[in-house]
């Protein structure tokens, strides 16, 4: 018998299985978002094609369709121009068009960048306070506000899509960043009061009871002592609070138009000649993916610590 | 420095009483150890002290100032925490300047008061080190030094040496006393280790139910012990008691003890109850050939420097304290007898000791 090996180890097998698993979620996973990414390089014509094309020529087309309103022009117009100075009009006066300006996408990126880190923001940094103070005080029917909160995420958000709707137009709010920052904080904050309540939970009183001692107020104990340690915790709610803001459709469509839209209603409707314009529309989907994934990767450490995070006491 | 008085002092959580109507007085440059089981009260009353909780009535007085309702930040006081509770996202640096802070000192300042306190405690070297790295016995003396490096007006310890290994246990115990005389510092000292009490303080308050039974010097509280809890408490084993069936009266300095009849201090005080306990510490008795307590020999704790028998007899089990080269058989017949006339008589009625020539 093998004694070399701890008897909690997986056995070669188990090891085997649970790789082959892993392998397969991976390619079931990965294979739409290649298929994404490969389209945003492919030109209109390949990536309508049909059968598909695995293999085919790399071309910018998509990104710059995302980026530029064009028009077409007659032939003889376009002879009658300038040769291009850049080598996207190039691309694009090759199409038989030129660029009348720039497209929507880069504002409505930006909101969704302002409204979706500001939610975060404001979930994690409202959710923080009351975790704590759900945590440490005696407050008043404890049990059943925790409940009240948590039953805020048993029926999906969009559930209360109508009055949310009348209610924004009353108020002005639609439409706006401010808005969008307040009904995503709402949504959050139920999950992120919970996940940082149970962080807080683990972080023991004598941290905030020694720097009380010390001179401190409990204010300036809880962002000294106290949030530095649940930064874990705090990572973790981050991403998940992130995640949902960033993604979040029915609402933007709902609520938002001119002013405020963001990413996720605006992408599908890239159309180009003749129809959606995929390419384009898999550029869009494209960057749109990078902040998540950035933020996610940054605070990756975290995440899975946090996941883990008291279910073993140290 | 500073002198802290407790005047009636009570806390209750609900229906639960944690600390029943205390006095004590902690004099200055005193080190003064609250003692007793868990869940005595001896924690809450040093949380108190710290306004860590609010007395539910009484007076804490520090330097006859009434602190008791005040806020902990506002009472210059530093506390010891049983896990330390270093701050483990700063460097020991930061932890011992962490408190300074509050104090609006220049950098210079600050920076001279924390190498002054690390070098007190030879920490200086590991001043740049992650708590995280640090041995029990180093966090310990970062923790201390994060207590005396603002100098505050008394130091407040909630078992300190609960979770160091018992080897360190005796060596912190001698830092800390030095520590204590090289600052004249006022120390209060929680814990349940009645050899950490009397190998440091200079007066013990043992605590039991949520009362102070007892305040005095160890060698007080060891040798005229004020209630049998106290006995029992303090020394390893604790005290013997054996029942008499007599009542006692005053000036009286002999009780009957089975067929014979045994001296003891002349009595002050009498009892109304008829059944007392006559105690005695298992080194004030000793093995005789003849006219001795009988008894059989039940159990044999070596020790080392000393055995502990445990003997069977008709007034109940009996531990007595021998040399370790006395040869003893389980179940061998002996007899013993005491050593001194130092023996306490417990009143039966109230477990509180009396008065006599040898208790005054």
């Known amino acids: 018998m093998d004694t070399s090996r701890s008897p909690l180890e997986a056995t070669g097998f188990s090891r085997k299985l649970a790789a082959t698993i892993i392998i397969v979620y991976m390619i079931v996973t990965l294979i739409p978002i290649t298929w994404m990414v490969a389209t945003s390089f492919k030109s209109v014509d390949s990536a309508i094609s049909y059968p598909p094309e695995v293999f085919f020529e790399p071309s910018l087309e998509g990104y710059v369709n995302l980026f530029t309103n064009r028009s077409r022009q007659p032939k003889d117009y376009l002879d009658s121009l300038p040769p291009p100075d850049t080598w996207y009009e190039e691309l694009?006066?090759?199409?038989?068009?030129?660029?009348?300006?720039?497209?929507?996408?880069?504002?409505?990126?930006?909101?969704?960048?302002?409204?979706?880190?500001?939610?975060?923001?404001?979930?994690?940094?409202?959710?923080?306070?009351?975790?704590?103070?759900?945590?440490?005080?005696?407050?008043?029917?404890?049990?059943?506000?925790?409940?009240?909160?948590?039953?805020?995420?048993?029926?999906?958000?969009?559930?209360?899509?109508?009055?949310?709707?009348?209610?924004?137009?009353?108020?002005?709010?639609?439409?706006?960043?401010?808005?969008?920052?307040?009904?995503?904080?709402?949504?959050?904050?139920?999950?992120?009061?919970?996940?940082?309540?149970?962080f807080m939970d683990e972080i023991p009183r004598e941290y905030e009871e020694a720097a009380m001692i010390d001179g401190y107020s409990r204010m300036q104990a809880f962002f000294k002592v106290v949030l530095p340690q649940a930064t874990t915790g705090i990572a973790a709610t981050a991403i998940f609070c992130m995640i949902f803001s960033w993604n979040e459709y029915a609402f933007a469509v709902l609520l938002t138009q001119f002013n405020a839209q963001t990413a996720p209603p605006f992408i599908p409707t890239i159309i180009g000649e003749g129809g959606l314009d995929w390419p384009a529309i898999g550029a869009g989907t494209t960057l749109f993916l990078i902040p998540v994934m950035i933020f996610t990767v940054v605070l990756r450490k975290h995440l899975l610590r946090g996941i883990t995070f008291g279910a073993v006491r140290k | 420095m500073a002198e802290i008085e407790i005047k009636n002092l009570h806390k209750s959580f609900g229906d639960f009483v944690a600390v029943k109507n205390s006095n004590l007085i902690i004099e200055n440059k005193e080190f003064f150890v609250l003692l007793g089981p868990s869940g005595c009260g001896k924690t809450t009353t040093?949380?108190?002290?710290?306004?860590?909780?609010?007395?539910?009535?009484?007076?804490?007085?520090?330097?006859?100032?009434?602190?008791?309702?005040?806020?902990?930040?506002?009472?210059?006081i530093a506390f010891v925490f049983q896990l330390f509770a270093l701050y483990p996202h700063m460097n020991v640096r930061n932890n011992l300047a962490f408190p300074l802070k509050m104090q609006k000192l220049s950098r210079s300042e600050v920076d001279a008061k924390v190498l002054e306190a690390a070098k007190l405690l030879r920490i200086d070297h590991l001043l740049k080190s992650k708590v995280s790295s640090l041995a029990g016995g180093d966090r310990q003396r970062v923790a201390l030094g994060r207590a005396l490096v603002r100098r505050p007006k008394a130091f407040l310890m909630d078992e300190p040496l609960g979770t160091l290994d018992a080897e360190f246990r005796e060596l912190m115990c001698l830092e800390l006393r030095k520590l204590h005389d090289d600052i004249d510092a006022t120390t209060v000292y929680v814990t349940h280790d009645q050899q950490e009490a009397m190998s440091m303080a200079d007066r013990i308050a043992v605590m039991n139910e949520g009362v102070v039974l007892q305040a005095d010097s160890p060698k007080v509280i060891y040798n005229k012990p004020k209630t049998k809890f106290v006995a029992?408490?303090?020394?390893?084993?604790?005290?013997?008691?054996?029942?008499?069936?007599?009542?006692?009266?005053?000036?009286?300095?002999?009780?009957?003890?089975?067929?014979?009849?045994?001296?003891?201090?002349?009595?002050?005080?009498?009892?109304?109850?008829?059944e007392n306990f006559l105690g005695v510490r298992p080194e004030n008795l000793k093995l005789v050939s003849e006219n001795g307590v009988k008894g059989n020999v039940f159990g044999v704790e070596y020790l080392g420097s000393r055995k502990i028998l445990t003997?069977?007899?008709?007034?109940?089990?009996?531990?007595?304290?021998?040399?370790?080269?006395?040869?003893?058989?389980i179940n061998e017949q002996i007899q013993f007898d005491t050593l001194n006339n130092n023996q306490i008589i417990f009143d039966g009625s109230n477990d509180k000791a009396l008065q006599s020539e040898f208790m005054s």
């Open chain 2, 46 to 76: 040093l949380r108190m002290i710290a306004g860590l909780e609010l007395p539910t009535s009484g007076n804490i007085y520090l330097d006859k100032e009434d602190v008791g309702y005040l806020r902990a930040s506002q009472r210059d």
């Open chain 1, 92 to 198: 694009v006066r090759s199409r038989e068009m030129v660029i009348t300006g720039p497209s929507k996408f880069l504002p409505r990126y930006s909101n969704s960048l302002i409204i979706g880190f500001g939610a975060t923001f404001f979930s994690v940094f409202l959710g923080s306070l009351a975790a704590y103070a759900l945590s440490r005080f005696k407050v008043p029917l404890k049990d059943d506000l925790l409940f009240f909160i948590l039953s805020t995420r048993m029926f999906p958000p969009i559930a209360v899509a109508v009055p949310i709707f009348i209610m924004y137009r009353k108020l002005g709010l639609g439409d706006t960043h401010v808005g969008m920052i307040i009904l995503y904080t709402v949504v959050n904050l139920s999950l992120s009061v919970w996940l940082l309540k149970g």
């Open chain 2, 311 to 329: 003997i069977e007899t008709q007034l109940g089990n009996i531990k007595i304290r021998v040399d370790s080269d006395t040869q003893v058989n």
């Open chain 2, 232 to 274: 029992n408490f303090i020394g390893s084993p604790g005290m013997n008691f054996i029942p008499i069936n007599e009542k006692i009266s005053p000036s009286q300095s002999s009780i009957k003890l089975l067929d014979s009849s045994l001296n003891i201090p002349e009595q002050k005080e009498g009892t109304d109850s008829n």
